[in-house]
């Protein structure tokens, strides 16, 4: 069925022919072989997020000299821990234009960091989704931004008041969780975002609007539709919930009229049983007639997805000659430390990918064979270094009831970290993470008319206490999809900064210790280090004003990272004359419990927290909701079991012991003096608890 499905994608690519560029389009597909230099123009450096730069006024041999220009702080509005900053500069039109976690647009004066306008969300704070934006398009006088509730808007560029406001995913029900994350393109007057929310039952898809308007041009679902190419891969009517997020935003080549888009994981995301077959066009990088949005050709990089190995970061285009021949290239680094090089023209590798055979449950309907790519993977496909009591497993080995440890895990790999193509080196430059994770099975039901997740019945996967968390900055050589050098790194790489490149011979990279780091591109050398203050999570760019180059980044922490939140932006040029910071907190490099304990005396058993809400609400058989409470000396801590299995709150100092409580069974306790208490479920001993008595 897979020789089948490539063939019909060559024959729909010879009906979809190229349409000739009028004017407009003309001017933009010159735009396309521009690399960024005066300006920082889109989110990843030209529509083919290459992040690279033809600026070398700041290189290898002088960037000890780098300091800082000026640093703006964007009215304490990233303070807030539960936001994350992970948004890129655009920088055009002799402004920065800068959003933040809570959906925040800033335009901030290039040579000062003034803040020149504002534009503050109204977003409801109770609506799903994480605090994120991870960047917005300017042009036609317009800031075009998408905030989290899937509302796509229009700024007027000089005074950042509203012209137009579009609400996209409106089929969806209201107890649907739509929501948006992503970046916005604009191209040759279209605007391209999407919805995520897919890891929840909403049925992913890619939207175009007009940017004059903001009128729906047209929209791709991920996940097919009777009739459509692709439906058949899907269970039943599993594809009316099938998932398919769009974390990221998607790469454009206006020369072949093509938009190329990244796609999340399938629904349930663990649970495969409940929808057997290939699951199109799920974990793929799916191209798209840019103007109509009809479907040119697809690559899986995961058949029936069932680990969290969603495609989360955005392709990268670039032209390479491969047996002297030139080829238009993309590359993409998933979650499962491999790369994947395509023709893009027409989805076809350009070394090669095997399908080769797979461990299976025939549970999860798990599928025979998975795509692996001639050439280095970039983190180890097999769990190692592993925490004690759990077994251990490789990439695309199946969930186990008693959880097993895997690797590359559902943050390892590349996840949306970017990735830079440099034109100079010709190589690829990936951060990546290596973590394991441990998977257990896990059933979902949902609500056949709604979609809604009613209960999770498992485990899933989940960071074990102990496990390490480190990575890696590795460069690739396109035409072998070999390692030229790859450096060890103290930090996940995979879901932070990424990687910007310059033709001074550098890359940039900033860290969730704060520290913004400068690597020699040649070799994988630290030049430069420092030190922000806050987590340094986000993109860096760079510009050039005045005769300048500067380098900016914006500095507000990362959930995920476990990193310092903040309302940074930094400016760099050399011999600024702008201090460092003190560091702040360091994340931790083994899994723990992290985060600001909940102020709370009774703990679900059987439940997540959710923190928006502020209730352990969130079905989960194999947890403590919270998970990490403070309370004051002399409070009674009781826990209570909401789930249907047996489970203990039991001190790992052996200072209290719940015994096994059945549902609705509760136990208290006194905590008489300060500290911190740990505790585990006995015959789940993977469920973890802390208490902080102050």
Request: hydrophobic share 35%.
């Amino acid at each position: 069925m897979r020789i089948a499905t490539r063939r019909a994608a060559a024959l729909l690519l010879v009906a979809f022919l190229v349409v000739p560029l009028g004017s407009s389009s003309a001017q933009s597909a010159a735009d396309f072989r521009q690399v960024p230099s005066a300006d920082w123009p889109s989110v990843g450096g030209n529509w083919a997020n290459q992040r690279y730069s033809s600026l070398d006024q700041i290189n290898a041999s002088n960037v000890k000299r780098l300091k800082g220009a000026w640093m703006a702080r964007l009215n304490g509005s990233g303070m807030d821990t539960k936001y994350s900053q992970q948004g890129t500069p655009v920088v055009r039109d002799g402004m920065m234009f800068m959003p933040t976690g809570q959906q925040d647009i800033f335009a901030l004066d290039l040579k000062t960091g003034n803040i020149a306008w504002s534009y503050i969300s109204d977003v409801d704070p109770k609506s799903p989704g994480g605090w994120r934006n991870r960047g917005v398009a300017v042009a036609d006088g317009k800031v075009f931004t998408i905030q989290k509730d899937a509302r796509v808007l229009a700024l007027d560029e000089k005074t950042g008041k509203s012209i137009w406001e579009t609400q996209i995913g409106t089929d969806l029900g209201a107890k649907s969780p739509k929501y948006s994350s992503n970046a916005i393109i604009y191209y040759d007057g279209l605007l391209y975002t999407g919805i995520s929310g897919g890891d929840s039952g909403v049925r992913g898809r890619l939207t175009a609007l007009d940017a004059a308007t903001g009128k729906i041009a047209w929209e791709f679902f991920i996940a097919p539709a009777p009739g459509q190419f692709g439906n058949e891969t899907w269970e039943g009517d599993s594809w009316q919930f099938g998932g398919g997020a769009g974390w990221m935003h998607p790469a454009l080549d206006p020369e072949l009229n093509m938009v190329y888009l990244p796609t999340g994981n399938a629904w349930p995301d663990t649970d495969g049983g409940v929808r057997g077959g290939d699951n199109l066009f799920t974990a793929s990088i799916v191209a798209l007639d840019a103007k109509t949005g009809q479907y040119r050709w697809h690559f899986q990089e995961v058949h029936h997805e069932i680990w969290d190995y969603d495609n989360a970061n955005s392709p990268v285009l670039f032209d390479v000659s491969l047996n002297g021949v030139m080829r238009k290239a993309l590359a993409h680094t998933g979650k499962t430390g491999m790369t994947y090089l395509l023709d893009r023209t027409n989805g076809e590798p350009l070394i090669g990918i095997e399908e080769r055979p797979v461990k299976q449950d025939p549970a999860q309907k798990t599928s025979l064979t998975q795509p692996f790519p001639i050439g280095d993977a970039f983190v180890p496909q097999c769990a190692h270094d592993a925490v004690p009591g759990y077994a251990v497993g490789c990439i695309f080995d199946p969930p186990a009831q008693n959880p097993v440890l895997l690797a590359p895990g559902p943050l390892g790999g590349n996840d949306y970290s970017p990735i830079s193509f440099n034109q100079k080196t010709g190589l690829l430059y990936v951060g990546a993470s290596d973590i394991n994770y441990a998977f257990g099975l896990a059933h979902e039901k949902i609500d056949p008319l709604t979609g809604e997740k009613t209960k999770l019945d498992g485990i899933g996967f989940f960071l074990p206490n102990g496990t390490k968390r480190s990575g890696n900055i590795t460069a690739i050589d396109p035409t072998t999809n070999k390692i030229v050098w790859q450096k060890p790194n103290v930090w996940p790489k995979g879901m932070g900064s990424g990687i910007m490149s310059t033709a001074g011979g550098l890359l940039f990279s900033g860290d969730p210790d704060g520290n913004f780091v400068a690597y020699d591109a040649n070799t994988g050398d630290e030049l430069w280090r420092f030190q922000t203050g806050f987590g340094a999570d986000a993109p860096a760019i760079t510009y050039m004003l005045n005769g300048e180059q500067y380098v900016a980044i914006a500095t507000g922490g990362n959930v995920l990272a476990y990193s310092a939140p903040g309302d940074a932006v930094w400016a760099f040029k050399l011999d600024g004359n702008v201090g460092s910071l003190n560091a702040p907190k360091a994340p931790p490099t083994v899994g723990a419990i992290t985060g600001v304990p909940v102020v709370a005396d009774t703990v679900s058993i059987g439940r997540n927290w959710n923190a928006d809400l502020k209730q352990a609400n969130v079905v989960n058989e194999y947890a403590f909701g919270p998970d990490n409470i403070s309370v004051p000396v002399g409070t009674s801590v009781t826990w209570t079991n909401q789930g249907d299995v047996q489970h203990t709150a039991s001190s790992d100092s052996g200072l209290f012991d719940s015994g096994l409580l059945s549902n609705g069974d509760s136990f208290s306790y006194t905590f008489s003096s300060p500290g911190t208490y740990n505790y585990f479920c006995t015959p789940h001993a993977w469920m973890l608890g802390q208490v902080t008595v102050k």
